[in-house]
């Protein structure tokens, strides 16, 4: 009887160690598949980061290329009050021959209208005839100009009629840098202010941007464009114009 008490104590002593080894093997089994999760979502969570960051580092890099320069208002340049009831909204490109015969036959009559505090002229100058070029002429003027808006608003209107002044004949090579700087000095920018963002092309993203949002905007743009309060004006005679804007300041 002895014996065999001993030899079922010594089975049930055995199968005791085996469940406890079991029991062991399990939570060992437990711990790996738990740690093997834990580092998944580990790495997870580090793509998840990772990505995050390299989207705003990209998303970052974008707004900066495309930054406009300062002192726009609602995206343009303004000339005039901000209260004024009318607004106009005069869409050009620096190579346009059309823009300077615009301007040549419009310009003294809209800054009246603007000095009177009947209007507000608002310039959005876009860049869409660089194919007129050889050296993308449209686009380093307005470059040009986004260099003097940000450094020297008061100097804008000085500017833009002398780029229309000089402005070269098409399918040649455009102004040079250096005459865009002098030009700009001489429209009372700083020198120091504007000449390294127009030789490195600091605003050509947003050149590219505001003349996307042109085309997109207006069917078959074209330059010059004239809105009179979100209207296109298509008859830019001096008279038909005058009409027109009359018509908005009585209305």
């Known amino acids: 009887m002895t ?30 598949v ?12 580090g793509a998840v980061t990772l990505f995050r960051t390299l989207q705003k580092q990209q998303d970052d890099k974008v707004a900066a290329a495309t930054a406009p320069p300062a002192n726009l208002t609602d995206g343009g340049i303004l000339v005039g009050k901000g209260d004024a009831k009318v607004t106009i909204d005069l869409y050009e490109d620096f190579q346009c021959p059309a823009c300077k015969a615009f301007e040549e036959a419009d310009a003294t ?9 009947k209007v507000k002229l608002i ?8 194919r007129f070029s050889t050296t993308e002429y449209s686009t380093r003027a307005l470059n040009a100009m ?41 429209a009372g920018a700083s020198k120091a202010a504007i000449e390294a963002p127009i030789t490195s ?7 590219t941007k505001v003349t996307d949002e042109f085309t997109a905007k207006v069917a078959q743009a074209g330059t010059p464009t004239v809105m009179i309060n979100g209207s296109q004006v ?9 009409a027109e804007i009359d018509k908005a300041i009585a209305g």
């Open 3 to 32: 014996n065999a008490r001993s030899a079922k104590s010594t089975r049930e002593k055995a199968a005791e160690l085996r469940a406890e080894a079991e029991r062991q093997a399990a939570r060992r089994r437990m711990f790996t």
């Open 34 to 45: 738990g740690g093997a999760v834990l580092a998944v979502i580990v790495v997870l969570v």
């Open 109 to 117: 009559m809209l800054r009246k209208y603007a000095t009177d505090g």
């Open 123 to 130: 310039y959005r100058p876009v860049a869409i005839l660089d």
């Open 146 to 186: 986004g260099a003097v808006v940000n450094a020297s608003p008061t100097s804008f209107l000085a500017f833009h009629d002398a780029l229309f002044a000089n402005q070269p004949p098409e399918n040649g090579d455009g102004l040079p840098d250096a005459t865009l700087i002098d030009l700009a000095v001489k």
């Open 201 to 207: 092309g600091k605003y050509r993203g947003w050149v």
């Open 234 to 242: 298509k008859d830019l005679t001096p008279d038909k114009l005058k």
